[in-house]
């Protein structure tokens, strides 16, 4: 069982930066792919990012590649979502999630976090 919590949303002006933290409880939290996932109010559920168990795999959504950032620290049982460049579109609640290598979806997601980027 995994239990994620993430942190780090607020509200930011078009062009700005936030960090996003996602903490994984858990022994085996090397073993799991990462990933980030964001949902805007009438929208459905997108994916934004992943990375796999040793950070040497990541994948990003075309719409934001080049300004955003996955990365992990196994030994602080953490995934990370480095934002740059923000614009009014990336406003959305942004969830982490897991899931181990033998599975096609993800097992586990935590509550979210609220991005808000004005313009």
């Known amino acids: 069982q995994v239990q994620l919590v993430e942190s780090g949303g607020g509200l930011v002006q078009a062009g700005g930066s936030l960090r996003l933290s996602c903490a994984a409880s858990g022994r085996t939290f090397s073993s799991y792919t990462m990933a980030w996932f964001r949902q805007a109010p009438g929208k459905e559920r997108e994916f934004v990012a992943a990375?796999?168990?040793?950070?040497?795999?990541?994948n990003y959504a075309d719409s934001v590649k080049g300004r955003f950032t996955i990365s992990r620290d196994n030994s602080k049982n953490t995934v990370y979502l480095q934002m740059n460049s923000l614009k009014p579109e990336d406003t959305a609640v942004y969830h982490c999630?897991?899931?181990?290598?033998?599975?096609?979806?993800?097992?586990?997601w935590g509550q979210g976090t609220q991005v808000t980027v004005s313009s």
């Open positions: 990375i796999n168990w040793s950070g040497g795999i990541r």
């Open positions: 999630a897991a899931k181990t290598a033998a599975t096609i979806g993800y097992n586990y």
